[in-house]
């Protein structure tokens, strides 16, 4: 989340860096009129009157800095610190940008040469199932398979009850006709 920046002094007074002090004092007056708290009138609420107070103060801020030759080129370098570090940070984000620029191309060819693993396998499974005779059953699954047909065999000979419902099961399992629609006679 960025800042919003900051106003400066020179801002605050509407001045260039290059003022001279008279153009500093002037510039101060002028600012001073136009936003002293006294101006408001009776009907301004307390938070425009605090608004404008804080306003002012900023000025009479700004003119007391401006105005002092050592504060002021202190004040400069000060600005020009931010400006230095304010240029790092842009170049930062440049740096940033063409990571991140960087990385989304990687991402994007690690994508692509998935899909055309995926792909390969897909080919290879499809030709494999063509020419691969089908799986031979194991001793075992032929055993268990034995074994199953025998138990129902059993089941058939010595339970009636279990023919009948082998019987029922079969006819749920056909497909029934569908009985003709009823047509209501009206007279």
Known sequence: MERPPEVTHYEVLGILKSATPS???RAYKRRALETHPDKLGLQASDA???AAEAQFRSVCNAFEVLNDVKRRSAYDYTLAIKATQTASRIKFSEGQARLK??????AQRLKEQQQQRVNAMRQASKSRSFQEPPAKPTA???LYSAMVQEIIQELRTTSQEWLDR????????TPRARPA??????V
């Open 23 to 25: 153009d500093i004092r």
């Open 48 to 50: 425009e009157k605090e």
């Open 101 to 106: 620029k960087e990385r989304d191309e990687w």
């Open 140 to 142: 075992k699954a032929s």
């Open 166 to 173: 082998e019987r029922l099961a079969r006819q749920s399992q």
């Open 181 to 186: 629609p009823r047509h209501s006679s009206t």
